[in-house]
């Protein structure tokens, strides 16, 4: 089997290339996001892109963000800011029925 580890400070997980997965994305919006520093954003997006990864939403949060799908269909996200930032932001622009729990 085919495989990646993402290495996200000290979080890790694996993703395999499996042949019995899915033929795509679920409908659902749920995703795994993961901060990128903003001075490497753009390079980390182009080689994404480069690689001919497939972009599964455009970005419409605050700061810069790319959706895409690893090739199980598993739907990933790199933004450049941080979770506390995209917090805030929402708590100023909720989307439509987001509720808050403290």
């Known amino acids: 089997m085919k495989g990646a580890y993402f290495l996200c400070g000290g979080t890790w997980f694996c993703i395999s290339s499996d042949p019995k997965t899915r033929s795509g994305p ?10 990128v520093e903003p001075n490497n954003f753009e390079q980390f997006k182009s080689h994404l892109l480069q690689e001919g990864i497939q972009v599964w939403k455009e970005n419409t949060s605050e700061g810069d963000s790319l959706y895409f799908l690893d090739p199980d269909g598993h739907k990933l996200e790199i933004h ?14 909720p989307y439509a029925g987001m509720e808050f729990f403290v």
Do not use: G, N, P, V
């Open 80 to 93: 450049a800011t941080t979770w506390l930032d995209r917090i805030k932001s929402t708590k100023i622009k």
């Open 26 to 35: 679920l409908q659902e919006y749920t995703h795994m996001a993961f901060h």
